[in-house]
Every structure is written in structure tokens, then in C-alpha cells.
């Protein structure tokens, strides 16, 4: 194993901003940055043998501070994904949220974490990044300090790890937003990989993208992905869902699990690479890039839209508004803690 550290430029504040590579005995390389606790490049080995960067990205910090609206690679938090009316209620007391869409606040508004600069320890294998939201940061309660941790292991998976603390009762449901295509940076299109998720219900959502509080069982509709298929198999199907998101943008309900068990997998059978993703959390937002519309990424790549897909590991997007869902509270002095794995392997 071996952690290369390199500059990677300045950001507005005229702060230097540098590049992690985490390297393990297969080849396989996470490229991280303390700009945000970002991920920007991830190179895992094809059927062939050859590393292909699997994560769309940008090429230098500014683009990442100032051009990032799809949030490639993004550490997201405090709460990822959509409060509804931009107010959480927390032991009787309103907290107003930036409203940053459709009356609305996504992925805690317009100074979220990915556009910050985050302290850094240096590991054998991994990288930690660490960081305090002061009490009333994104409008919530409570000084939080919460660490990031991106670990490679010697079986080609790559391991987020979150912690935090906070000294006052508040909300917390962070997640990873990269992009994936596992045919790479050549790729345009993802609806050939095929993909399987162990959830036998998704969160329905209204037309502004915000969480009903029901549970809507996947069978017959295009949601159900109990047996594997191609994502770009039934996209285009008239149904509520697919209307509402462009396409796959919804939170999955993940049948009980243990966090060493897969709920996802996904294969792109020209590469050769499967995918696999392990996490705590019970669900998990597939957003298949409906709204990309030709952003430029690194190198002159364009991304387009459905050339990669997210895989968002959360609590339920709303949570706080459905006493159904579990609960995204994190009690003053409870540690908050989860892990998501991404991990990779070849046919």
C-alpha cells in the first residue's frame, strides 16, 4: 500500500488544495482531495488487465469549487438528498434550510461540505478527512465534527467511513455522490450495465422529488431490480416514477442486510468489471444522470446525460418529516457512524 501526495491547485480563497492517491498491491488507485473530501478519480483493472477510472470528475480544484452542480464525487452532508419546505423541527424548535430547489432545500443547500477545505491525515492505506460544522452551519443545531475516511483494501474495494459527533441534538444522513460508468472514461452511456438491487420497495416521491412517506412495493414496474437487468431496460416506461425523476432518481428500500452483504451489484459485460456495494444504511438514492446535459469532466470528457449512475447510500430522503421512516436524528454526544463500500472485481 502507498498514500502519493501531490498539489492540486488553489481555491478561491487562495487556499492550496492537494491530490491523495491511495495505491494497493493489485494496481488499483482511489484519487482523493481535502477540497471537499472528494473523490476524484478511481482506477480499478478490467477483464483485460488494464486500469480504467470508473468516477466522472473535473480536472482541476476550481471546477470542482465553482462548476460542481451534478456534485461528482461529493462528500454530502449534513443531510444528503431533499428536506421538504426547506424546515427540519427538531425537539419542538423550527431550523430553516437554505432553499436552493423548488421551495426546497437538496443536499443542505448552497454551502455544503464539498466546497470546503477539510484537515487531512495520511494512513498506510487510507486517507482521513476531518472537519467542524459549527452549530448553526446549513441551519442546523449543534457543533458537529465529522471525519471522512477513504480506505482502498487489498480486495479492490474502496471503503467511506464516517464519524462524527455533535454536542447538541441535530440531523445527519451523509453520502458519496460520484458517478459511476465501469467502461470508463471512453464510455457514454450506462443503460447497458446490468444492475440488481436487493430492495423490494423505493420511497415514492411528488412532483417536486419530495418523499410522500410511502412505500411503494417494486413488483411489476420498471423500480424492480430483485433480478438483474439492464438499467437502460425499462427507463422509458410510462410509469409515475420514471416521469417524475427523468428516469432512475429515487431512494431504494434495502431489504434487511448485514453491512458484509451486497445490496447492489452492477456489470458492464464490454469491461468486464462488476461492482459491488456493501453499506449500514437502509437505502439507497440510483440516480442515472438524467440532468448531466453535456458537462464537461476531466480530460475533455463530456458527460452526458445517463453516462453514469450514482449510488447514494442514505437514510430515507425526508426522514424527518415521516415518522414511518427511520430516523436520521443524532442525539447530543451519540456517535454518528457508517460505512459504504464500493467494491470491484472482473467477471
Known amino acids: 500500500m502507498a498514500v502519493m501526495k501531490k498539489e492540486f491547485g488553489k481555491n ?12 494497493n498491491k493489485t494496481g488499483m488507485k482511489a ?44 462528500t454530502v452532508g449534513r443531510i444528503a438528498n431533499r428536506v421538504g419546505g426547506a424546515v427540519v423541527t427538531i425537539n419542538g424548535v423550527d431550523y430553516p434550510m437554505d432553499v436552493n430547489e423548488r421551495g426546497n432545500c437538496l443536499h443542505s443547500g448552497n454551502n455544503c461540505y464539498h466546497v470546503r477545505m477539510w484537515d487531512t491525515e495520511i494512513f498506510e492505506n487510507s486517507v482521513k478527512f476531518s472537519i467542524l460544522s459549527p452549530d448553526g452551519d446549513q441551519g442546523l443545531p449543534g457543533n458537529f465534527k465529522v471525519s471522512v475516511t477513504y480506505l482502498v483494501t487489498e480486495e479492490n474495494g474502496l471503503r467511506i467511513i464516517y464519524d462524527g459527533v455533535s454536542d447538541k441534538d441535530t440531523l445527519v444522513s451523509m453520502t458519496n455522490h460520484s458517478y459511476f460508468n465501469l467502461d470508463g472514461q ?26 410522500t412517506g410511502e412505500i411503494v ?16 431496460r425499462d427507463i422509458q416506461n410510462d410509469e409515475e416514477a420514471l416521469k417524475i425523476g427523468g428516469g432512475y432518481d429515487h431512494n431504494w428500500v434495502l431489504n434487511a442486510h448485514k453491512a458484509d452483504e451486497a445490496i447492489v451489484k452492477a456489470v458492464s459485460y464490454e469491461s468486464g468489471i462488476v461492482m459491488e456495494v456493501f453499506t449500514d ?25 445517463r453516462s453514469a449512475v450514482a449510488f447514494e447510500t442514505q437514510q430515507f430522503p425526508d426522514a424527518m418529516h415521516h415518522e414511518n421512516f427511520p430516523s436520521a436524528m443524532v442525539k447530543a454526544g451519540e456517535r454518528f457512524h457508517t460505512e459504504t463500500e464500493y467494491r470491484f472485481g472482473i467477471l
Not at 478561491?12 to 495505491?23: F, N, P, R, V
Not at 473523490?39 to 473535473?58: F, I
Not at 469532466?297 to 446525460?305: R, S
Open 12 to 23: 478561491s480563497k487562495g487556499e492550496m488544495a492537494y491530490l491523495y492517491e491511495i495505491t
Open 31 to 74: 484519487v482523493v482531495t481535502d477540497f471537499g473530501a472528494t473523490l476524484h478519480s478511481l482506477y480499478v483493472p478490467d477483464q483485460q488487465g488494464n486500469l480504467r477510472d470508473v468516477v466522472w470528475g473535473y480536472d482541476t480544484v476550481q471546477e470542482y469549487e465553482i462548476d460542481n452542480g451534478p456534485f461528482f464525487g461529493a
Open 186 to 211: 471512453s464510455s457514454d452511456s450506462i443503460l447497458e450495465h446490468e444492475l440488481w438491487v436487493d430492495a423490494d420497495g423505493f420511497t415514492r416521491v411528488n412532483e417536486e422529488m419530495i418523499s
Open 217 to 232: 412495493d417494486v413488483s411489476g414496474t420498471a423500480m424492480d431490480f430483485r433480478t438483474a437487468k439492464k438499467i437502460g
Open 281 to 305: 444504511y437502509p437505502g439507497i438514492q440510483i440516480y442515472t444522470g438524467n440532468f448531466l446535459c453535456d458537462k464537461p469532466g476531466k480530460a475533455g470528457k463530456i458527460c452526458n446525460n
